[in-house]
């Protein structure tokens, strides 16, 4: 049987980097809708997208911020649009919400279990801020938990999959978050097929080994065998060996500036479409294709981008 094409997420501007950390880094609606549509154009079939306020780079929840750049990127590109719930650090969990139950997208992120997220390590690496926000920001997860209870995770599955019939990034950050996603497939919250995203690399939860990964995907296959389709991240320098490992375990794969700011060693990336083309091009030096968004549509049953709300 040939393998599967791989289908490439890019997650183009996210919560966690500030404006401090790379010139490149999108920030204003136009910004992001141009590198959401770019990065589709080099070969991403899903696009991982959060909101930024335009004027300081902070994290912004706001529906009205969202909707200032889903509709160009749905009148430009047939890209998957996947709306984040986890927000930026420090939201609750009707503010991580409110853009997607406004936007009804295909596809949203959901993480699933509470953890450690330290960001605060970055704080040696600058001097001189952009913003006063952007240390206070990375300070603040020294004594932070990202919150994703029972009843968190069963509100977002109720509210948005059934509400509004949203599918979901399923993101594992650690061994535990398998078994908590199992429960609520037992529970028939979730319905196959549905994509975990394993996330590596974030200090508090797994680091970036493939020791690691082999054993989260032996265990995801004996909790849910082929009712799933699985994806894998790495936060920072691991970020392209790790999706290069997944494609050659027969997995799918995450890039963009939400994960890592750099295109290599000591050099900033200076697009989303620089790391989806270079991704791309690894793959295919693989012998394997890539996935177009219909084929990444059909393998994740979404309701397609003519029943959403933007």
């Known amino acids: ?120 390590p970055m704080l040696g690496k600058y001097q001189d801020w952009t913003h006063s926000w952007e240390p206070e920001f990375l300070e603040m997860t020294r004594d932070f938990i990202f919150r994703n209870t029972f009843a968190d995770i069963e509100y977002i599955l109720k509210e948005l999959g059934e509400g509004c019939g949203t599918r979901f990034e399923f993101e594992c950050y650690d061994l535990g978050h398998l078994y908590n996603l199992a429960w609520f497939v037992d529970q028939k919250l979730v319905e196959p097929p549905f994509f975990v995203q394993m996330v590596f690399g974030i200090l508090g939860g797994m680091g970036a080994e493939l020791d690691h990964l082999v054993h989260l995907k032996r265990t995801a296959d004996r909790l849910f065998g082929d009712a799933y389709e699985w994806s894998v991240l790495a936060a920072g320098r691991h970020q392209m060996s790790f999706a290069t490992q997944s494609a050659m375990l027969g997995g799918n794969l995450r890039v963009g500036l939400e994960d890592s700011l750099y295109i290599g060693p000591g050099e900033l990336a200076k697009s989303n479409a620089d790391q989806v083309t270079k991704i791309r091009r690894i793959v295919e030096d693989l012998g394997l294709t890539v996935a177009t968004p219909d084929e990444a549509r059909a393998r994740l049953a979404l309701k397609g981008g003519d029943a959403v709300g933007f």
């Open 1 to 120: 049987m040939a393998p599967k094409p791989v289908i490439i997420t890019c997650a183009p501007t996210g919560g966690v980097h500030t404006p401090t950390m790379s010139p490149h880094l999108p920030i204003t609606p136009r910004e992001i809708a141009a590198e959401a549509i770019a990065a589709a154009e080099a070969g991403a079939s899903i696009i991982h997208l959060h909101a930024r306020d335009p004027e300081t780079g902070k994290p912004d929840p706001s529906p009205e911020r969202f909707m200032e750049f889903l509709p160009v990127i749905k009148q430009s590109t047939d890209a998957v649009v996947n709306v984040s719930t986890g927000g930026g650090l420090g939201m609750t969990r009707e503010e991580r919400l409110r853009a997607a139950l406004r936007a009804s997208p295909e596809m949203a992120s959901l993480n699933v279990g509470s953890m450690n997220f330290g960001l605060f």
